[in-house]
Nanobody
């Protein structure tokens, strides 16, 4: 069974950068659209960035121009490069497929942006 493990979160000052990683235990990324979701305190989980199997990536308006999603199929890893971080980017970040698979939700990685 494939598992997704997110990492790379932490505490960062506003304006800083972080790169998140999502590693899969199996070869999943080649055949699926992969998505980074995030859930801020007290809010619903939302889509942040979407990397389709083919075509251009899609970003939420709130992160467009600041976040970049990429994947390395050989390493079974999806990345989220986040620049220009803002306090409103504080959230737990998860990766999953699109549509999401309930069996793939991991623990996520916490990102806290201090102002």
């Amino acid at each position: 069974q494939v598992q997704l493990v997110e990492s790379g979160g932490g505490l960062v000052q506003a304006g800083g950068s972080l790169r998140l990683s999502c590693a899969a235990s199996g070869s999943i990324f080649w055949g699926y659209t992969m998505v980074w979701y995030r859930q801020a305190p007290g809010k619903q989980r939302e889509l942040g960035a979407r990397k389709p199997r083919y075509g251009s990536s899609v970003y939420a308006d709130s992160v467009k121009g600041r976040f970049t999603i990429s994947k390395d199929n050989a390493k079974n890893t999806v990345f989220l490069q986040r620049n220009g971080l803002r306090s409103e980017d504080t959230a737990v970040y998860y990766c999953n497929t699109d549509p999401s698979n309930n069996e793939l939700w991991g623990q996520g990685t916490q990102v806290t942006v201090s102002s």
